[in-house]
């Protein structure tokens, strides 16, 4: 089998090692964001990995951005949430969302660092992104689909102020959404999605048109597409498409491996944006991305 190796796209410094990272992700401009908390504690979690938390509220965050050449940073006052999402808007502003119910576990910060506006997204929401004309995707686990009403639709599009735009309707045919698995927000204000127990890859227009097809792969972790081209991450081994009428007809199935050819066992998050797939292994510090029209 053929090797694919990703390439080093941003890594965080380490003059910012004082800093805790409370989440990290890649925008729709390319930059990697960490969000850095000066005072926080980890917290023991008997149902999955331990967590950082800040030690009281509100507190003061930093905000560090780099697409590969040196990093800018920001302060932002007053944050409320302890962040399970990031994000940038194209403004400026910064979103931050919090992993509970309620109507303040979203922050909308302005670019002063100030928060102008808190609202609900929901719970449960396991991917949150911000596309390039500033409106906001949110897709669900079954904590959120089952738990409130704002996420039981499975994927949710908002306005950049949080005002509900659309929400999914499963074409004929298809089954609700119980668990998202893989959410990839492009360019032409659309968004690709892959969610339990669908055996098919939904792709959303920005006029909430939705087209689907069958996937070889069952549950990707990844998702990056480019024309007709259609590429899942799943295990470690990316499986190239081209999308037909109604079908995902597998090309060739590769290892993805980091720059040195380590093959890529594990890692932790993956943002697709459009025809990138941003990776990020064990270390919360470094960022990788593939290209597939490169």
Known sequence: MRNTALRPHATLPG?????TVLATTVDARGNALWLLCP?????????????????RYPYDA???????????DRTLTGVRVRPSALDVLPDGRVLLVGGGAGESNAQLLGRDGRPP????????????RADRQGTLWSAYSDEGVYGDPLAAAGLVRWDGHGNRQWSLTPPDGLP?????????VDDDGGAWFAYHPSPRLL???????VASWT?????????????????????????????????????EETRLTLPDG?????YTDVVGRGRRLYVRGKSVRQWYVLDIDM
């Open 15 to 19: 003059p910012y090692d004082a800093g």
């Open 117 to 128: 506006h808190r609202f609900s997204i929901g719970r449960g929401a396991r991917f949150v």
């Open 62 to 72: 930093l905000l560090v951005s780099s697409d590969g050449t040196p990093p800018v």
């Open 262 to 266: 380590t093959p890529l066992t594990r």
């Open 203 to 209: 792709h959303v227009r920005a006029d909430g048109r």
């Open 39 to 55: 005072d926080a504690e980890t917290v023991r979690n008997p149902y999955g990995p331990s967590y950082p938390k800040p030690r």
């Open 176 to 184: 609700h959404p119980v668990d998202a698995h893989a959410l990839n």
């Open 215 to 251: 996937t070889p792969v069952a549950r990707p972790r990844g998702i990056a597409a480019h024309g007709a081209e259609v590429a899942l991450l799943a295990d470690g081994l990316l499986h190239r498409c081209r999308a037909s009428a109604g079908t995902l007809d597998p090309l």
